[in-house]
């Protein structure tokens, strides 16, 4: 299923090549920006009933802007970014139905328990979202903090998956090295994802045509949605137009029609 996003960057929706996210503004590759403000897209999200969809403050000065949104699709969309277990309450409070979180439960490049922990404790595994995006290394995918930047020792593989279950409602992975890049999907992880994960997952990254949303629901094998960035055409792109993910969730969504006696 396609699970749409807002991507926030300056307080302003933006598209942005996801390995250029670091600390000198100079070299930070941008795809996109937006002339509609960030409740355009959530209204427009609420219209066509799209749910699961993340909200994603990339840096400071977008708060204001993510809660105007969260207003506008109360329930409707997750939050990430700067999320730990001293705000995730009060996003959760602003109309998000879960947050996301990565960089705050690692700790010099290890996952850190007992900061899991005070976010379960805070908002319920029920409602938090475990941000594992990751890149490759050799034959493995290592999760990535800190604009995913920083390489932690944590593997994107079926122990981690099943292990941290236990902690969160599901998981949101960005290929990190295709991530803004239009070349197509990441299919290796993908079907890593569809093989090992116990929870629904939605995956990002190099998306580029409706035939990588078709290949990520048949990789996946349903339990893997996927989010559509620099592609699509309500972000500048011409690969895939808006108005055909909806439609292909409505098909999906269909119980199937009954056989005539």
Known sequence: ???PCIDLHAGQVKQIVGGSLGEDPGKLRTNFVSSQPPFW???????DDLRGGHVILLGPGNETAAREALAAY?????LGGGVNADNARAWLDAGASHVIVTSCV?????????RLARLVKAVGR????????????????????????????????????ERLAAACAEFLIHAVDV?????G???????RLGRDTPLPTTYAGGARSLADLERVTSLGRGQVDLTIGSALDIFGGSGVRYADCVAFNRRHAEPPTAMAG
């Open 106 to 114: 690692f700790r010099e490049g290890r996952l850190d328990e007992e």
């Open 126 to 161: 029920e409602r938090l979202v475990l941000d594992l995006s990751c890149r490759q290394r050799e034959a493995d995918y290592f999760v990535v903090t800190d604009r995913w930047q920083k390489f932690t020792e944590l593997r994107v593989n079926r122990a981690t998956l």
């Open 1 to 3: 299923m396609f699970r």
């Open 41 to 47: 897209y959530a209204t427009l999200y609420r219209r």
């Open 185 to 191: 999907i990441d299919e290796e992880l993908v079907a």
């Open 74 to 78: 109360p329930g409707g969309l997750q």
């Open 179 to 183: 991530e803004g890049l239009c070349r």
